[in-house]
């Protein structure tokens, strides 16, 4: 008999699409909402009630030629499984709960927001661009272009309109439910950049300027100079003592010259060697930002969460060459990225922070 009531729910549906093509979309988004309480399916995300949660205004501003409104009902429907968890005062994680959220993905909102880059004339590529996205409370959280157009796992980052909880079979947790739109970051660990009704997307370019020598051969860098928010921080000849190297095979791609390699890269942890620099607190969480230059003057951006607060372990490696070697001394392997692009040779500088 569940079998058959099931099987009756596809019907119902194929039938109503069927008859009212105009409806189509109503009648697959109502079958979206069927609570599988008897287990009939392989999907677990679906045995609860999905509650839809109020969204306020959305705007995009910033270094984009379109700004404005955002219309949410003309994009694709996202979803994304989290386990909600944040960083309580004594610095330790505090389990909030575990939930599938649905809504729109920013890929999605910002895919007709071409740039236009105030720093354009300087450094054309768009990796050093970043967006903050804001609410209504005046909290404020920041992803990188890179975040949200490179990986290798696109639409992970979305505005939620919909929430269901991801009950466990036995203990029967009931967590407790969000009541306003949120900005749901898939991949992120401690989930503190999971704010509460978004209102403002600013699309932005890292704001400062670098020397930029285009068509630089050979180029070195012996060294990487540390900066926390402008000032001095140290720097980096050699790899530390007391690191483990990692080797990750990788298919190693660009996205203007395509394939480039298929050899493996061993390093060490970016996020290791940073993290006596750039501790962790709700702030930088949140917030957290840097960049890495070359010595010819290109960079990207990374969020702070996207480099030391990640759930998924695909993380990004310092590489060290050959003393001398061209694109050498230290280099960066994004395993998180399809793309190349922020794979940044011969590193002359992070800047941690604005």
């Keep these: 008999m ?20 105009a409806n189509s979309k109503d009648a697959l988004t109502n079958s979206a909402q069927f609570i599988d309480t008897t287990e009939m399916t392989n999907n677990f995300y679906d045995n609860t009630e999905t509650y839809s949660l109020p969204v306020k205004e959305l705007t995009v501003e910033g270094e984009v030629s379109n700004p ?97 909880r991801i009950v466990p079979s036995k203990t029967n947790d009931l967590w407790p439910l969000p009541v306003e739109s949120k900005i749901v970051a898939g991949n992120d660990l401690i989930t503190e950049r999971n704010i509460s009704s978004p209102v403002r997307i600013t699309v932005r370019s890292y704001p400062r300027s670098f020397n930029v020598v285009k068509g630089l051969t050979p180029m070195y860098s012996g060294k990487i100079d540390l900066y926390y928010n402008g000032s001095p921080a140290g720097f980096l000849s050699d790899f530390p003592s007391g690191m483990e190297p990692l080797t990750y095979n990788t298919i190693f791609y660009g996205r203007g010259r395509g394939i480039h390699s298929t050899q493996p890269f061993t390093g060490l942890l970016l996020r290791d060697v940073l993290a006596a620099s750039y501790p962790v607190s709700h702030e930088n969480l949140k917030a957290g930002m840097m960049c890495i230059s070359a010595e010819d003057g290109y960079r990207c951006t990374l969020s702070y969460s996207e480099l030391f607060n990640r759930n998924d372990q695909q993380e990004f490696l310092l590489v060290r060459t050959a003393a001398g070697e061209d694109g050498g001394f230290f280099r960066i392997f994004p395993a998180a990225d399809f793309f190349s692009d922020r794979a940044i040779k011969s590193v002359r500088e992070i800047h941690l922070g604005y």
């Design 2 to 21: 569940k079998h058959l009531t099931l099987l009756g729910l596809v019907f119902t549906v194929l039938a109503a699409c069927t008859q009212n093509p």
């Design 68 to 164: 404005g409104s955002v219309d949410l009902s003309s994009l694709p429907r996202r979803s994304v499984i989290v386990k909600e968890t944040l960083l309580d005062d004594t610095g330790s994680d505090r389990f909030v709960g575990a939930y599938r959220y649905d809504g729109c993905s920013l890929f999605d909102i910002l895919e007709k927001r071409i740039p236009v880059k105030v720093n354009s004339e300087e450094f054309n590529p768009i990796i050093d661009l970043f967006v903050e996205v804001e609410n209504d409370k005046g909290e404020k959280v920041v992803f990188s272009w890179g975040e949200i157009y490179y990986p290798n796992n696109l639409h992970r980052i979305i505005i939620a309109d919909a929430v269901a």
